[in-house]
């Protein structure tokens, strides 16, 4: 820090800002933060946001922003219901050149998401401007983990909350390309969960099935099930996703000639939750039963996949769900007598009706 030899000096434009932005990022530090001084640090961020043009809101300002609404659901609400702050936070992911402010943008986007007004505000925009997309594919591509991460929960809560924003996201290649690959970070838990929870919402339609399927979606899946991975969030979108795929022809295909998957959601039967389990059987019943994929329902018997379908049918599983374990009993003792002998002496004890 340089000490003036005189404070009888008019400051020039550039350091007004640069006081300003210190002044209001010191009151929205943290540990500065008290309940009390809370409206005070509301108030200078709105003379901070009205007092610069959109073209200008730097990084700095935005990163204010986003410090402000991590402390508490007040601040998000208060943001939320700030005249004009989500058309102005959305112009910044057109507008902006510097990755870094694109990227605050976007984790804005995601803190204040579920306040009222906000998704159908940003749907409206989207939709005047389909454009505006991009920047999330930017971000995905180029951005660092937590911004990652905030893009597909935004995506995802498009997706959920409008279908044709949903409709828009999947015709997106890149952008489908992008949740994949976000979808294999080991790294991050967190990170796989929010691709995987993307996906499930946007990709509904049997041409963006098609696509995933096209880029990898099947073997990531069948990696994570076939690892040490024990959350039960996460293995139940993994099992979504999957069922999902199995019912076009493409993922059933994929499903089959990947090594990991069919046994690894026969050993995930019974062992994660019932959410997982029924699609679990979802996926063995598409892949051996609707298919009649030979390859799939030895890999299924290998992995004793009869003494766990019976295990379902005797839980207290859906109707659908039952039926389905009926006939995967029928076509896995018609197929194997050799599994059907396992049955015999490991199994006696359940009965399939």
């Given at each position: 820090?340089?000490?003036l030899q005189s404070?009888?000096?008019?400051?020039?434009?550039?350091l007004r800002?640069?006081i300003?932005v210190?002044s209001?990022?010191?009151l929205?530090?943290p540990?500065?933060?008290?309940s009390?001084?809370?409206?005070?640090?509301?108030?200078?961020?709105?003379?901070?946001i009205?007092?610069?043009?959109?073209?200008?809101l730097s990084?700095?300002?935005?990163?204010?922003?986003?410090?402000?609404?991590?402390l508490s659901?007040e601040?998000?609400?208060?943001?939320?219901?700030?005249d004009?702050?989500?058309?102005?936070?959305?112009?910044?992911?057109?507008?902006n050149n510097?990755i870094?402010?694109i990227?605050?943008a976007?984790?804005v986007?995601?803190?204040?998401?579920?306040?009222?007004?906000v998704?159908?505000?940003?749907?409206?925009?989207?939709?005047?401007?389909?454009?505006l997309?991009?920047?999330?594919?930017?971000?995905?591509q180029?951005?660092?983990?937590?911004?990652?991460?905030s893009?597909?929960?935004?995506?995802?809560?498009?997706a959920?909350?409008?279908?044709?924003?949903r409709?828009?996201i999947?015709?997106?290649?890149?952008l489908l390309k992008?949740?994949?690959?976000l979808t294999?970070s080991?790294?991050?838990?967190t990170?796989?969960?929010?691709?995987?929870?993307?996906?499930?919402?946007v990709?509904?339609?049997?041409?963006?099935?098609?696509?995933?399927?096209?880029?990898?979606i099947?073997?990531?899946a069948g990696?994570?099930?076939?690892?040490?991975?024990?959350?039960?969030?996460?293995?139940?979108?993994?099992?979504k996703m999957?069922?999902?795929?199995?019912?076009?022809?493409?993922?059933?295909t994929?499903?089959?000639?990947d090594?990991?998957c069919?046994?690894?959601?026969?050993?995930?039967?019974?062992?994660?939750?019932?959410?997982?389990?029924e699609?679990?059987?979802?996926?063995?019943?598409s892949v051996?039963?609707?298919?009649?994929?030979?390859?799939?329902?030895e890999?299924?018997?290998?992995n004793?996949?009869l003494?766990?379908?019976?295990l379902?049918?005797?839980?207290?599983?859906?109707?659908t769900?039952?039926?389905?374990c009926g006939?995967?009993?029928?076509?896995?003792?018609v197929?194997s007598?050799?599994c059907?002998?396992?049955y015999?002496?490991?199994?006696?004890?359940?009965?399939p009706?």
């Open positions: 820090m340089q000490v404070t009888d000096v008019v400051p020039n434009l550039t800002r640069l300003r210190w209001d990022s010191y929205l530090r540990e500065s933060h008290a009390f001084n809370n409206h005070l640090a509301f108030e200078s961020l709105k003379k901070l009205t007092g610069e043009q959109p073209e200008q990084a700095g300002t935005l990163s204010s922003i986003v410090n402000f609404a991590k659901v601040n998000r609400e208060s943001l939320a219901k700030l004009g702050f989500v058309p102005l936070i959305t112009r910044m992911l057109k507008i510097e870094e402010a990227e605050l976007v984790v986007l995601d803190l204040i998401s579920p306040e009222q007004g998704k159908q505000q940003f749907i409206k925009l989207c939709s005047d401007d389909t454009s997309l991009s920047s999330f594919s930017l971000v995905l180029r951005g660092g983990m937590e911004a990652r991460i893009s597909a929960r935004v995506l995802e809560s498009l959920v909350f409008d279908n044709e924003s409709r828009i999947a015709d997106q290649s890149v992008q949740l994949c690959h294999s080991e790294s991050d838990r990170a796989v969960e929010a691709g995987f929870a993307a996906l499930i919402a990709c509904t339609s049997r041409q963006s099935k098609k696509e995933i399927v096209r880029l990898g099947v073997t990531t990696k994570i099930l076939s690892g040490e991975e024990n959350a039960i969030k996460l293995v139940e979108k993994v099992m999957l069922e999902m795929v199995s019912t076009c022809t493409e993922g059933r994929a499903i089959s000639e090594e990991n069919v046994p690894a959601v026969v050993k995930r039967l019974m062992k994660v939750s019932p959410a997982a389990t699609n679990g059987i979802g996926v063995i019943w051996c039963y609707m298919s009649r994929d030979r390859t799939a329902q890999s299924a018997m290998r004793n996949g003494t766990k379908v019976l379902v049918m005797q839980s207290n599983c859906s109707g769900v039952r039926q389905m006939e995967l009993v029928k076509v896995f003792r197929n007598k050799s059907l002998a396992s015999e002496t490991r199994t006696t004890h359940i009965t009706y």
